[in-house]
């Protein structure tokens, strides 16, 4: 679905400072339905890369297609979550999810997909409550609500949970991998949390530190559907282990001696 070839990202030079290179020579793929989650150390450009793909941002050079066409421009067809539910504070859950539909849809349209996702979301007694009434999770299932409405063939998320609390963040973990068992729907997602990672993906992209390139790609075979404790398995601690020597490398004795 989308091809990325040797692309980098140069941010201009600004007030004498040196130019910054966020991003260099990344080539990956992502397949139709695939669950891709990136890893990397803070600054090596992960935000950069859901920019490009998002079409915020354009690469420095290389090239990103998607479905065969270059991707330049942001487009319906990207569903957008970033880490802070970016909803309106003066407009009702209802209408914070109806925003992304058309005005030429038509009205028993229109309601008849909103309360499908306030359903699926567990939102329906919310409907009429204005954003700051919920709780950061319920928040976060608006703001996923109103990127899925317009039917994306792909999500982009970064750190969608990355404010949350252990346990909803957990919660929020689970109610995805629902979610997306459901819909279907390709997602490209950043975390900064190895067990994150593996719980949801079924490929780990992991990032070296600036400029960011690709130091792995780890393929996750662990059976689905995935419960919180499929954490405690023998193969879920390979992998983290083996996520972390890439991400760390000095750490790998001490997350041994810790796990032993
Ligand atoms: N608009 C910009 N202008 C200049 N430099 C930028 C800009 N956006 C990002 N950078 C720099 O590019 C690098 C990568 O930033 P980016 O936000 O993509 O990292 P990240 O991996 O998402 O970090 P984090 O994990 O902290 O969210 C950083 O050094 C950052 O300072
Ligand atoms: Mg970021």
């Given at each position: 679905?989308?091809?990325?070839t040797?692309?980098s990202?140069e941010?201009?030079a600004?007030?004498?400072?040196?130019?910054?290179?966020?991003?260099?020579?990344?080539?990956l793929?992502?397949?139709?339905?695939e669950f891709?989650?990136?890893?990397?150390p803070?600054g090596?450009?992960k935000?950069?890369?859901?920019?490009l793909?998002?079409?915020f941002?354009?690469?420095?050079?290389g090239?990103?297609?998607f479905d065969?066409?270059?991707?330049?421009?942001?487009?319906?067809e990207?569903?957008?979550?970033f880490?802070?539910?970016?909803?309106?504070?003066?407009?009702?859950?209802?209408?914070?999810?109806?925003?992304?539909?058309?005005?030429?849809?038509?009205r028993?349209f229109?309601?008849?997909?909103?309360?499908y996702f306030?359903?699926?979301?567990g939102?329906?007694?919310?409907?009429?409550?204005?954003?700051y009434?919920l709780?950061?999770?319920?928040?976060?299932?608006?703001a996923?609500?109103?990127?899925l409405?317009?039917?994306?063939?792909?999500?982009?998320?970064?750190?969608?949970?990355?404010a949350?609390d252990?346990?909803t963040?957990?919660?929020?973990?689970q109610?995805?991998l629902?979610?997306w068992e459901?819909?279907?729907?390709?997602?490209?997602?950043?975390?900064h949390?190895?067990e994150?990672?593996?719980?949801?993906?079924?490929r780990?992209?992991?990032?070296?530190?600036?400029?960011?390139?690709i130091?792995?790609?780890i393929t996750?075979?662990?059976?689905?559907?995935?419960a919180?404790d499929?954490?405690?398995?023998?193969?879920?601690l390979?992998?983290k282990?083996?996520?972390?020597?890439?991400?760390?490398?000095?750490?790998?004795?001490?997350?041994?001696?810790?796990?032993?």
């Amino acid at each position: 679905m989308i091809t990325i070839t040797n692309v980098s990202r140069e941010y201009a030079a600004r007030r004498g400072k040196a130019p910054v290179l966020a991003l260099q020579d990344i080539s990956l793929q992502i397949q139709d339905q695939e669950f891709v989650v990136v890893v990397g150390p803070s600054g090596c450009g992960k935000t950069t890369l859901l920019n490009l793909l998002a079409g915020f941002e354009q690469a420095t050079s290389g090239q990103i297609l998607f479905d065969g066409k270059e991707l330049k421009r942001p487009g319906a067809e990207r569903g957008i979550v970033f880490q802070q539910a970016t909803l309106y504070p003066w407009l009702s859950v209802y209408e914070n999810i109806a925003l992304g539909l058309k005005l030429k849809q038509g009205r028993q349209f229109k309601r008849e997909r909103v309360h499908y996702f306030l359903e699926t979301m567990g939102l329906q007694d919310f409907a009429q409550h204005p954003p700051y009434q919920l709780s950061g999770g319920m928040q976060q299932r608006v703001a996923i609500a109103r990127a899925l409405i317009v039917e994306p063939k792909i999500l982009l998320m970064d750190e969608p949970f990355g404010a949350l609390d252990a346990q909803t963040r957990s919660e929020m973990q689970q109610f995805l991998l629902g979610l997306w068992e459901h819909i279907k729907a390709t997602v490209f997602f950043i975390t900064h949390d190895v067990e994150e990672a593996i719980l949801l993906a079924d490929r780990i992209v992991v990032m070296t530190a600036r400029p960011g390139s690709i130091a792995q790609e780890i393929t996750v075979t662990l059976p689905r559907p995935r419960a919180w404790d499929i954490a405690l398995t023998e193969e879920f601690l390979a992998l983290k282990r083996e996520v972390l020597s890439i991400l760390r490398p000095g750490l790998t004795h001490l997350q041994t001696v810790h796990s032993a």
